[in-house]
């Protein structure tokens, strides 16, 4: 029997048995048997749910970086590790092998010491999708700088917000990035987000696209040249397991975006573990997610799970759509890729076009398919387990968060039956708990709940950056002694369970969480706008869509709303990014509100549901008569 590559469902059972009655010894065994460490623990786990804390591999030693990257070079040098494919698709594709890939590493982690970085600090990077940026996140990790990657479709603003969060004291970027026949001038962006960054020293830039940038000097530095001097051997900096490997921001129901901390030992572990047996990964397979760096998906599942299992890791510049929908199969064809793991929205946005496009290429090699960021509804379901399956890949619906650092839930392939749209069985070591809204756990089968984790497991974020208190408070105020994830999910008579969304004002749109609070807050900027309420809404491609409902002041009473709708669009984009945009913007007279003046987005959830038939007793608000108004003239 092996825990860290199960090949049975009766096994599964088993291992999974063991990792509840003794998760010490299961996560140590583990541990122990399949990484480098330095030192070893004195302890496998100590926790406190009420603090909270949770230490993993406590007294421990390593460097993620050494079980990345040093470790192979004795059976894998010249195996490829990371595989780019370029946005253009008559760039030539790069195979960086692991010894090259340790080499640049080094190289960056020298001139990021060069240039005073240091253990414990701050670094942003802010890339887009090519090697550059796995070099920058492990260059960092080499020398115990802590990493903020920041997705490079946020704005300025978003940016700065960010970069400020975590006092970071460098970022890492570059002229520009392609997406599509489209350029974006990323150091543009940057320049401007530090105009309200008074911390940054330090700025390094990557030529990808060779435009025109301003480069402030003694500030801002070209990479290359600085890549071209440094030495290619940087030895690991010795981390304690439990030091910040990085942080990574995610939107919160309210207030501004929480950057979770996560961890060198647990999570390398925990990202490890779970990216062996959700995707199967044998030696000699091409592995491609095509998720952004930018989310923990990327960091999880492209770079650290995928490299401390010697794997080689297609990373894609691009977008599906470019040149053409056909993009994501002719990689799948060209590079014979054996995993391929994307999300919800991008497989119904290619359901949509022509099949021609898959039938054209040669989809053999590929045996198992994941899907990630959002539930995944049936008809896409079985669209990407016929087409792009051929009913032989099994889809792994894997659900997790950033806050979990991996995967929790998710089929194991080849071992747990599939059922669309059901993330199946929690993998070993996670026990999970529905919960009722006072706050009891619901037992049984065919019931639905609020999903809660009610053990720890080496992969959860520690803290938020800086805010303890709110780490507390989000995540485990609602259920005394355990974890409450912020989704609701239903358990069937098999035990299977189906995430079923969030229960807080968190919109997954495109597989991207969205919170509304900042974005309402984007709007309220507008000189003409009074109030707003964002809630979501279904939708055929995004899954979500968002919806806002708006009042304006007197001011604005005479302006003309499509002008209105555009002007407000731009501030979203302006103050996060055009990622969140409203689909919808409906001006109402006035917001349903309790008699405590809270806006009841329960009522305005449904009107933009179109289910307003059902909203309940109204009678208790404020102001009842606004309701009938907004459902008159909803969009
Ligand atoms: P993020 O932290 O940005 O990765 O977003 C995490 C959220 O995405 C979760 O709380 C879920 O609401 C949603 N999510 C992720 N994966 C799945 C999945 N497989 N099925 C349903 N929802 C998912």
Request: aromatic share 10%.
């Amino acid at each position: 029997m092996s825990h860290y590559s199960i090949k049975h469902i009766e096994e599964y059972y088993q291992v999974y048995r063991k990792s509840v009655r003794d998760p010490e010894l299961f996560w140590g065994e583990i541990a122990e048997e399949h990484f480098l460490w330095r030192k070893k623990w004195d302890r496998v786990l100590s926790y406190d749910f009420s603090k909270p804390e949770f230490k993993w591999f406590e007294g421990a030693q390593l460097n993620i970086t050494e079980n990345c990257l040093d470790r192979h070079l004795t059976t894998r040098a010249n195996k490829t590790a990371l595989l780019f494919e370029p946005n253009n698709p008559e760039e030539k594709a790069q195979h960086i092998t692991y010894k090259e890939l340790y080499e640049r590493v080094c190289k960056l982690a020298n001139v990021l010491k060069q240039k005073g970085v240091k253990k414990g600090d701050r670094v942003c990077i802010y890339l887009p999708m090519i090697p550059e940026l796995t070099v920058s996140v492990l260059a960092c990790a080499r020398i115990g700088a802590i990493h903020s990657v920041v997705f490079a479709g946020f704005s300025s603003k978003a940016l700065a917000t960010r970069i400020n969060d975590c006092d970071c004291e460098m970022v890492i970027t570059s002229d520009g990035s392609y997406r599509g026949h489209k350029t974006i001038d990323l150091k543009a962006i940057v320049d401007e987000a530090l105009e309200q960054c008074s911390g940054v020293k330090n700025v390094l830039v990557v030529k990808r696209i060779n435009s025109e940038v301003s480069m402030t000097p003694n500030r801002d530095f070209w990479i290359e040249p600085l890549l071209k001097e440094a030495s290619a051997n940087c030895p690991a900096e010795i981390m304690d397991a439990e030091d910040p490997l990085f942080v990574l921001y995610t939107s919160g129901s309210t207030g501004t975006p929480k950057g979770m901390v996560h961890t060198c030992g647990g999570y390398m572990v925990y990202s490890a573990y779970t990216f062996k047996n959700v995707f199967r990964y044998e030696e000699n397979d091409v592995y491609w997610c095509t998720a952004d760096i930018g989310w923990i998906t990327g960091h999880s599942y492209i770079i650290y799970g995928p490299l401390a299992n010697g794997a080689t890791s297609l990373m894609f510049e691009g977008v599906p759509s470019y040149p053409d929908f056909g993009r994501f199969w002719e990689i799948v064809e060209k590079h014979r890729v054996n995993q391929f793991y994307t999300a919800p929205t991008a497989i119904r946005a290619l359901a949509k076009e022509n099949l021609k496009f898959i039938e054209s290429h040669d989809l053999s090699s590929l045996k198992v398919l994941g899907t990630v960021g959002e539930p995944i509804n049936e008809e896409a379901w079985h669209w990407y387990n016929v087409n792009v399956g051929k009913k032989r890949s099994p889809v792994a619906d894997s659900w997790f968060q950033t806050e979990t650092g991996g995967i929790m839930i998710s089929p194991i392939p080849y071992v747990t039956a599939t059922k669309p749209t059901y993330a199946t069985l929690p993998l070993p070591g996670v026990q999970l708990a529905l919960m009722d809204e006072n706050g009891d756990e619901i037992k049984g089968n065919q019931v639905d709940g609020r999903l809660c984790i009610k053990y720890p497991w080496p992969g959860i974020a520690r803290t938020i950056y800086g805010n303890h208190k709110r780490y507390k408070d989000t995540y485990f105020s609602a259920f005394k002694g355990m974890y409450f994830t912020g989704d609701g999910a239903l358990r069937d008579e098999t035990g299977y369970y189906r995430i079923t969304g969030r229960v807080d004002d968190v919109v997954i749109v495109s597989g991207h969480n969205m919170g509304t609070a900042p974005i309402e807050d984007a709007i309220n900027e507008h000189p003409a706008v009074a109030e707003s309420a964002i809630v979501g809404f279904p939708h055929d491609i995004k899954g979500n869509a968002l919806y806002g409902f708006i009042t304006l002041k007197e001011t604005g009473e005479g302006r003309d709303h499509n002008n209105l709708r555009s002007e407000i669009n731009q501030l979203i984009t302006e103050y996060i990014g055009p990622i969140a945009k409203l689909d919808k913007i409906q001006f109402t007279k006035g917001l349903p509100k309790t008699r405590s003046g809270k806006i009841m987005r329960r009522i305005l959830r449904k009107i933009a549901s179109k289910d307003s038939e059902n909203l309940g007793d109204i009678s208790t608000l404020l102001n009842p008569e606004v309701v009938q108004d907004i459902i008159d003239t909803s969009l």
